[in-house]
């Protein structure tokens, strides 16, 4: 599945933004999706996943309580709402579709996307 990504940017610390992912496939449905992100000079990271009918989310301790991750599967996208963003959060954010339940590990993720910028100054 081909992945896009889009919505990043440079914001302020406190402020909000959100992520798009579009899929090019009708079975976007079929696949589990995450958002990992990679700050320079570090190793990529996991920060979410859904569940194929969005039912079910899981994130990373960082950004528990204030990045929400959903779907659209109508749209076959899927979105990232990242609230109350912290000079931490700045990373190149990466979207990713697995056929492997439950799994937070980039090696179970065969598609990504581009990756979009996120930049929060303080």
């Known amino acids: 599945v081909q992945l896009q990504a889009s919505g990043g940017g440079l914001v302020q610390a406190g402020d909000s933004l959100r992520l798009s992912c579009a899929a090019s496939?009708?079975?976007?449905?079929?696949?589990?999706m995450g958002w990992f992100r990679q700050a320079p000079g570090k190793e990529r990271e996991f920060v979410a996943r859904?569940?194929?009918?969005?039912?079910?989310?899981y994130y990373a301790d960082s950004v528990k309580g204030r990045f929400t991750i959903s779907r659209d599967n109508a749209k076959n996208t899927v979105y990232l709402q990242m609230n109350n963003l912290k000079p931490e959060d700045t990373a190149v954010y990466y979207c990713?579709?697995?056929?492997?339940?439950?799994?937070?590990?980039?090696?179970?993720?065969?598609?990504w996307g581009q990756g979009t910028q996120v930049t929060v100054s303080s």
């Open positions: 859904i569940s194929r009918s969005g039912g079910w989310q």
């Open positions: 496939e009708r079975t976007f449905s079929s696949y589990m």
């Open positions: 990713a579709a697995s056929e492997v339940y439950g799994s937070t590990s980039s090696r179970d993720f065969e598609s």
